[in-house]
């Protein structure tokens, strides 16, 4: 599961040096140690593992030695777990809490399976529930590790007149503040929204406005410009990219489309550490969908295995490997 231990950086001391935090999404498959290390090279300055369920991480060695790899340079990383009970979720914590910098609930899954297990985004029905994980998380694992939740929204505030539905949020995330949470990452969607409908910035603004802790807006970060934009709109203290940098890893570097020498450098590091043919190949399906000529692209998505992919990148763009 585990490399030897370094010397951590605390999300917190970043807010307090940087006017704008630079963070990578959690991202189920993809946000793993190869790809943090290539991000945490183009000016992300905080990463998130992909959620991971704390019930079988806090159960089984081979859960926690499958689900979370990580070593001296990995840092600040936030570990983010689906939960719903604060039993399972904190002996979680306290088994993690010396390899990462913070714990995070996700209540913002709006996947079927999670809303039925009772995880994710039901939680956001649920502010005691997730008042109680956040309590004995910090009982658990003490200052030196940070306790966080990334949410979605309620309703869209033109409703808010209306319909109370933002005003839960603005209840949520102050009954679950008071309880001692760090941060909060919100994904200005509902949870029935689609990716393809725009964020609602408003409805960030107005977390931003409603809690004292640091707030990281998320969504549709698309390039360095859409992150700025969003800060000095929102007035947050950190911008979160999912989609964005899946395609483009260099995004917070200012590079408008994915250089050739971060695929190289992604392929290498993938190699290094290894990474499963399915993601190392998707990886570099999302990165090279805008480089790529449809014929190409074509072509490319097929590949089987990894010594085929090596190939093609060698034969037409010279990929090196050392
Ligand atoms: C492939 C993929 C996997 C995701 N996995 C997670 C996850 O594990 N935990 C989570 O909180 N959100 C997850 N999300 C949601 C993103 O973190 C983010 O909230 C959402 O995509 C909106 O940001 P974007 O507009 O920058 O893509 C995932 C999104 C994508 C595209």
Redesign the pocket.
Known sequence: MFEELGQKVSPLTLFESKRCVNVC???????KLPFRELVRGYDVDLC?T??ILSADFAASKYARDSELTTNIKDTPLVI?FAAKNSKELSDAAELVAKYVSGI?I?C??PQKWAINEGI?ARLMEKPEFVRDMVRAVKSRVGTEVTCSV?IRVHADLRQVTKNKSLLETVSFVQQVESTGLDFIAV?G?TRRQR?SEP?NLDAIKLVKETVSIPVIA?????SVEDAQRIQSYTGVDGV???????ENPALFSGHKRTPWACVEKFVRLSLDYGNNFFIFHHHLIYMLEKVMSNAESKAFNTLTNTPAVLDYLEEHYGLKLY
């Open positions: 999404a959690p991202m189920v498959r993809y946000s998130y992909p959620m983010q995070d996700n913002g899954c994710g990334k994904h969607r990716s964020v998320n969504g549709d970060v698309f979160m990219s999912a989609r964005g940098i899946l």
